[in-house]
């Protein structure tokens, strides 16, 4: 972190980051592509955005020298955009509120294992919020467990979660590649591992219907490649207790968003399984970092 403090508009600028993301859904849906094709031109706009923000800032590249911990941030990478392949496979499928609830569960994840990856001591109240989240997704997808069967959307919303919970825990422990060249790598190689996907299925070229240029482009370079920016060029310079509880806004941000401007609706108990996801997970985290 840096040594200033922060300022207002560093509070501003990772509010409106977590916003920014909380819209990904909602500008994924006007866009006529398949879902491993948006994620392969969001990150391939994203990344370029990125990079030429990194370089005109005056960011130099160190990450060659860091062997061990580049390995790490490679497989961070790919399991990034692997994430969002399933993520927006999902928004597709179960609609961008569900989705998104699904995902968030990677953080939780990440609390579940980190005794046992990383030796952190094990909380109690992380036990208590994870099991919290659990039945939150057991409320919130009751007719699919009920049925004895998960939908394909539903595959999708938990498996870009395991893959979420897979980025931060080899991204963790890249722990010498770290603030704005991290998020420029990283997002390079995610694109480059939804390259690898896309071309392997279609080829290079994507044609993009008339109508889904501007939200595609919109997409890459304001929810991608600005709100990364926003993000990791803030994040070093608060306190962690502030990034992750303000890291709640997105999913927060992308129920209200969907409802609003798709008209997605939950009943009474998948709102309280929701309520009940993201108390649990943001408590787990509160009391990991207070302890």
Known sequence: MSSSLPGASDYAKIIASYLIFGLNGIVASRIMLSSHEIVYLRTFIGSLFLIAAFLLTGGRFTALRKGRDLIFLLLSGIAMGTSWMFLYEAYRQIGVGLATLAYYIGPVLVMAVAPLVFKEKLIPARLKGFAVVLAGMVMVNGNAFAEGALSWGLVCGLMSAVMLAVMVIFNRMAVSITGFENAVLQLT???????????????????????????????????????????????????????????????????????????????????????????????????????
């Open 189 to 291: 190689v995610s694109f480059l591992t939804v390259a690898v996907f896309t071309v392997a299925k279609q080829g290079f070229m994507v044609s993009i219907p008339p109508g889904s240029l501007a939200p595609m482009l919109l997409l890459g370079f304001v929810n991608t490649g600005f709100g990364c920016y926003l993000y990791f060029s803030t994040m070093q310079r608060l306190p962690a207790q502030t990034v992750v509880i303000t890291g709640y806004l997105e999913p927060l941000s992308a129920l209200l968003f969907s409802a609003l401007l798709l008209g997605e609706r939950m009943t009474t108990v998948q709102m309280i399984g929701a309520a009940m996801i993201l108390s649990g997970a943001m408590y787990g985290e509160w009391v990991g970092i207070r302890e």
